[in-house]
C-alpha cells in the first residue's frame, strides 16, 4: 500500500468526510470543508504526488484580494505571518490567500495519523491568522 491509500484507508476508518479527486498523472488529491468560525467555508486539500513522495497542505478560500491598491499590504501582511510559523506558509494565489504545508514522504512508513495532524496544524495558523487578514479586508 502506498501513502494516498494509508491515508484514505485512516480517514475513513475515522469517519472524516472527503471527497476523493485522482488527477490523470497519478496523482491522489483529497477534499476537505471547514467551516470557519466567523469566517468563510474552507477548502483543505491533500495531494499526494503521482509518485507518492510528497504530501501537499493547502487551504484554499481564506480570503481574496479585491482591492488592488491593498495588495502590497497583503504582501507584508503574508510575509508577517511566514516569519510567525515555522511550517505554515501563506501564499497569494491568483488574488486569494491560501494557507499550505509540503511534507516528503519515506517509503513503507505510514504516517496518515501526522498528516491528518498537519492538516489540523495549518487550520489551526489560518484560524489564528483570521482577524489580521480580515483586519486589513476591512480596513
Known sequence: MNHAQNFERYITQSNIGYDLIPFEDGAKGFRFYQQLENGPQ????????????????????????????????????????????????????DNEIQANYSLPLIENQDISDIIVELMLLVLRSVEDSFPKIMKLQWA
Request: hydrophobic share 50%; net charge positive; charged share 15%.
Open 42 to 93: 474552507l477548502l483543505l486539500g491533500v495531494l499526494f504526488n503521482a509518485n507518492d513522495s510528497i504530501v501537499d497542505i493547502t487551504v484554499f478560500n481564506i480570503a481574496k484580494i479585491t482591492n488592488p491598491l491593498k495588495v502590497e499590504m497583503y504582501l507584508n501582511l503574508l510575509n508577517e505571518l511566514n516569519n510567525q510559523y515555522r511550517y505554515t506558509k501563506f501564499a497569494k494565489v
